[in-house]
T-cell receptor, first 113, second 115 residues
Framework: ELKVEQNPLFLSMQEGKNYTIYCNYS?????LYWYRQDPGKSLESLFV?????AVKQEGRLMASLDTKARLSTLHITAAVHDLSATYFC?????????????FGKGTKLTVNP | DSGVTQTPKHLITATGQRVTLRCSPR?????VYWYQQSLDQGLQFLIQ???????AKGNILERFSAQQFPDLHSELNLSSLELGDSALYFC??????????????FGPGTRLTVL
């Protein structure tokens, strides 16, 4: 059974600091997704990582994928308050022409002034 | 705005009752997925439909069922509701959902409260 683990689950950081969220998964997959969720809101797609060594950047967020280590990281650079949200990684589980995403528990990020 | 719509936004009902949640996918998307988000279980995949046919099942209870109609909208039916069914139910859609190459776009969710 595919398991996805994120850490940390809670992260409180000051504006201007850098930090990394980690996402480990238990079985082979070449596709990993990062989503953002604001309180009471839906999930917003941030990144889709499709191959080993993939790196994507958008603003202060950068995501990378190492399929051999079964590890993805979401790096936050010079955090700002607007980045406060819960971040989920999800791994694609494609079987027999169907797809489902298996999500980590999420990392709740709070950026303090 | 992802282009995926869900109704209703909120639903409050009593134990033992039955409710129907509705989802309209993004224009052109053939796959619809249902997820349940609760504090204790996190985000869990329930079921996927592709062009009217069931494609994948996850942790969906027997009391729950879904279907996708010819116009591609989908409904999730929850019956004999229990307190533990209180959760946020998300619908997502993707272009095909059969190749592992599609991003899933999530709707705003339906918050179900069972009293």
């Amino acid at each position: 059974e595919l398991k996805v683990e994120q850490n940390p689950l809670f992260l409180s950081m000051q504006e201007g600091k850098n930090y990394t969220i980690y996402c480990n998964y238990s079985t082979t997959s070449d596709r990993l997704y990062w989503y953002r969720q604001d309180p009471g809101k839906s999930l917003e797609s941030l990144f889709v990582l499709l191959s080993n060594g993939a790196v994507k950047q958008e603003g202060r967020l950068m995501a990378s994928l190492d399929t051999k280590a079964r590890l993805s990281t979401l790096h936050i650079t010079a955090a700002v308050h607007d980045l406060s949200a819960t971040y989920f990684c999800a791994v694609d589980r494609t079987q027999g022409g169907s797809e489902k995403l298996v999500f980590g528990k999420g990392t709740k990020l709070t950026v303090n002034p | 705005d992802s282009g995926v719509t869900q109704t209703p936004k909120h639903l409050i009902t009593a134990t033992g009752q039955r409710v129907t949640l509705r989802c309209s996918p993004r224009s052109g998307d053939l796959s619809v997925y249902w997820y349940q988000q609760s504090l204790d279980q996190g985000l869990q995949f329930l079921i996927q439909y592709y062009n009217g046919e069931e494609r994948a099942k996850g942790n969906i209870l027997e009391r729950f069922s879904a279907q996708q109609f010819p116009d591609l909208h989908s409904e999730l039916n929850l019956s004999s509701l229990e307190l533990g069914d209180s959760a946020l139910y998300f619908c997502a859609s993707s272009v095909a959902g059969t190749s592992g190459m599609d991003t899933q776009y999530f709707g705003p969710g339906t918050r179900l409260t069972v009293l």
